[in-house]
């Protein structure tokens, strides 16, 4: 496995490079946005759960 490494070039290491960078832009991209996908739905979830009680408090009065 070394000797594979020891092989390289200067631009099989830089296509490494950026391709590493790469996968960290794409991870925080989609990290970013499934938590704001996550927290739409949070609010969503509340939203529907407030008309319910009040759709109860309403029936109730």
Known sequence: M???FENWGMT???ILIVDIVAV???VRFLKNKI???LNE???R???QTRKRRELN???ND
């Open 2 to 4: 070394i000797v594979m």
């Open 12 to 14: 099989e290491w830089f």
């Open 24 to 26: 960290i832009i794409v």
């Open 35 to 37: 938590r704001r996908k």
């Open 41 to 43: 739905v949070e609010l």
């Open 45 to 47: 979830q509340s939203f």
């Open 57 to 59: 408090k309403e029936k």
